[in-house]
C-alpha cells in the first residue's frame, strides 16, 4: 500500500532512484535462503565477472558492497590512502562537495580546485599543480563524473591524459554513481584505478549496494593503505574470494537476485545501444528546455550530462514550487535544485530503464507544471520538438527487428 496514494503510475524522472524494472522486481521477489549454501557463492562468482563489463575493465578487481554511493566512496579512500594523504577534488556541485567533506573528515590534505556551480572541472589547474608537484606529494586524483545537482559531465580521458603528460603517480579515484552504464565509461582505457557507482542509478535497482572496483595498482596501494576500516576493508573480501565463499559477512542476497536480472537485461540491450539510448533521451531532453524558452544549467555543451538535465527557471519563479506542484497534482516527480541552485533549478533524471514514450509523458507533465506556476509556455512546445527528434532517431528495438 503506497503511504500517499495516486492513482497510476508515478512518473519517476529524479536522477536516482529511478524506474525498476519488473523483471528485476520479480527476481527479487522470493524468500531468504542460506547465503553459505553453494547457491550464493556460484551466482556471486557470476555476479563479479560480469559486472567488470560495465565498468569496460579485464583487469579490475570489483566488490559489492552493501552501502549507498557515500559507503562506495568511503571504501575508495580508506583502502586506498593513509590519513595525512595529499588529495586533489574538484568542487563543482552538491555531490563532489560531499565527497570532499568525507575526505576531510577522514583526515585527508584535500587541495579543492573549485568552479562556478554549471561548469565542469578545472583541468588547467590541475595540470598546473601536477607540474608543480615534482616530490609527488599528490597521492590522489578524485572527481565526480557526472554531477548530479548541476547535470555536468567531466572528461576522464583529459583527467588521464594530463597525469600521463606529467609522468604523476597519482591515484585516479572516480565517482561513477550516476554515469557508469549509461555514459561511456572505461576503466582500463582511461587508467583509472578506482570507479565507483550504485545500484539505484542506472542499474535500475533498488538502492543498497554500492559497487566499487579496483584497479590492479589501486589493490597494491590498499596493501599499504592506513586509514582505518573494517566493514570496508578490501582485505577481507579478498580472502573471501580465495576461499571460493566470496562473503565476509551476510549479502543483500535479494539484490544480488536483482542485480543478475539488471545486467541480463543490459547485456539482452547490448552497453552501447544502452549509452546511445541514454544520450538519445538526454538531447530529447535538452530539445525541450529550448523550445520552453529555458536555460541548461550546465554551461558549455561539453558538459552537457546524458542522465540529468538541470532547468533553471526565471527569478521570479521558485522551482521547489515546481518540484512539489509535480508530484501534488501530476504524480510526477522531479529533482530539488540542491545548496547553491535550490530555488533555483529543478532537475529531469533521465536515466536507468527509460524509453521515449515514458520521457515525452514527464515533458509533457513539465510543460504543464510550468503552466500553472505562471511561466509563459506554450503547451505541446517543448514536447513536439522532443518527439520531432526522437521520431527521427529511435530505432528498431533490437529484439523485435
Not at 152 to 164: C, E, F, P, S
Amino acid at each position: 500500500m503506497d503511504y500517499v496514494y495516486g492513482p497510476g503510475r508515478n512518473h519517476l524522472f529524479v536522477p536516482g532512484p529511478v524506474n525498476i524494472p519488473d523483471q528485476v522486481i520479480r527476481a527479487m521477489n522470493r524468500n531468504n535462503e542460506d547465503y553459505r549454501s553453494p547457491a550464493i557463492p556460484a551466482l556471486t562468482k557470476t555476479l563479479l565477472e560480469d559486472v567488470k563489463k560495465i565498468f569496460k575493465t579485464t583487469t579490475g578487481t570489483p566488490f559489492l558492497i552493501p552501502t549507498t554511493g557515500t559507503g562506495a566512496w568511503e571504501s575508495a579512500l580508506t583502502n586506498t590512502l593513509s590519513p595525512g594523504d595529499r588529495t586533489i577534488s574538484f568542487l563543482i556541485g552538491q555531490f563532489s562537495l560531499l565527497w570532499i567533506d568525507q575526505q576531510q573528515r577522514l583526515g585527508f590534505d584535500v587541495d579543492v580546485v573549485e568552479s562556478d556551480w554549471g561548469q565542469g572541472a578545472n583541468l588547467d589547474i590541475l595540470a598546473s599543480k601536477l607540474a608543480a608537484d615534482t616530490a609527488h606529494t599528490i597521492k590522489a586524483i578524485c572527481i565526480v563524473h557526472n554531477e548530479t545537482a548541476t547535470g555536468v559531465t567531466n572528461h576522464l580521458a583529459k583527467v588521464r591524459k594530463i597525469l600521463d603528460d606529467y609522468g604523476h603517480p597519482a591515484l585516479f579515484l572516480v565517482d561513477g554513481v550516476s554515469s557508469i552504464c549509461a555514459i561511456d565509461f572505461r576503466m582500463d582505457e582511461w587508467g583509472i584505478d578506482v570507479a565507483l557507482t550504485g545500484s539505484q542509478k542506472a542499474l535500475s535497482l533498488p538502492t543498497g549496494m554500492g559497487i566499487v572496483c579496483a584497479s590492479p595498482k589501486a589493490l597494491e596501494a590498499s596493501k599499504t593503505a592506513k586509514s582505518v576500516k573494517v566493514f570496508f576493508d578490501w582485505k577481507d573480501y579478498l580472502k573471501f574470494y580465495r576461499m571460493g565463499t566470496y562473503w565476509p559477512y551476510t549479502p543483500s542476497i535479494h539484490l544480488l537476485y536483482g542485480l543478475r536480472a539488471a545486467l541480463d537485461l543490459i547485456f539482452e540491450e547490448g552497453l552501447d545501444n544502452v549509452i546511445a539510448r541514454h544520450n538519445r533521451l538526454a538531447t530529447a531532453t535538452r530539445i525541450a528546455v529550448d523550445a520552453w524558452g529555458l536555460k541548461n544549467c550546465t554551461q558549455k555543451e561539453e558538459w552537457f550530462s546524458d542522465t540529468v538535465t538541470a532547468v533553471v527557471v526565471p527569478q521570479y519563479i521558485d522551482s521547489s514550487e515546481i518540484v512539489r506542484r509535480a508530484w501534488k497534482r501530476y504524480n510526477l516527480s522531479l529533482g530539488l535544485g540542491l545548496n547553491k541552485v535550490a530555488g533555483k533549478v529543478f532537475r529531469i533524471g533521465h536515466l536507468g530503464n527509460l524509453n521515449e514514450l515514458q520521457l515525452l509523458g514527464c515533458l509533457a507533465g513539465v510543460e504543464m507544471v510550468l503552466k500553472d506556476v505562471g511561466y509563459p509556455i506554450k503547451l505541446g512546445s517543448g514536447v513536439g520538438a522532443a518527439s520531432a527528434y526522437l521520431q527521427n532517431t529511435t530505432p528498431v528495438i533490437a529484439s523485435r527487428i
